[in-house]
Nanobody, 120 residues
Framework: VQLQASGGGLVQPGGSLRLSCAAS????????MGWYRQAPGKQRELVAT???????NYSDSVKGRFTISRDNAKNTLYLQMNSLEPEDTAVYYC???????????????WGQGTLVTVSS
């Protein structure tokens, strides 16, 4: 099982980006999914989470600017980021609480990270 994140890049302040995270491999079920980020010299922090039923949670710093969504049929997570600010610059990681097809329990899986740079 692996999570593959994509969509990062360089964008000017006020711009938009859309991140994607595709889960693949032997998957039985996926529970909560989320995006986290880590800026240089800082700890990893929660950005947004979404349950399997679609309930969403956002950090105060991105509320109203970012939208998390998921396509359960495609095992894919998204993060639409609008009105980006230099403070949003970080490596963004996707996370999934996932039960693999070979197991009876749920495990934490992380994507490899995708860099978002907001700069003029």
């Amino acid at each position: 099982v692996q999570l593959q994140a994509s969509g990062g890049g360089l964008v000017q302040p006020g711009g938009s980006l859309r991140l994607s995270c595709a889960a693949s491999g032997g998957i039985f079920s996926i529970n909560d999914m989320g995006w986290y980020r880590q800026a240089p010299g800082k700890q990893r922090e929660l950005v947004a989470t979404i349950t399997s039923s679609g309930r969403k949670n956002y950090s105060d710093s991105v509320k109203g600017r970012f939208t998390i969504s998921r396509d359960n049929a495609k095992n894919t997570l998204y993060l639409q980021m609008n009105s980006l600010e230099p403070e949003d610059t970080a490596v963004y990681y996707c996370h999934a609480g996932l039960r693999p097809s070979w197991g009876s329990y749920e495990y934490d899986y992380w994507g490899q990270g995708t860099l978002v740079t907001v700069s003029s």
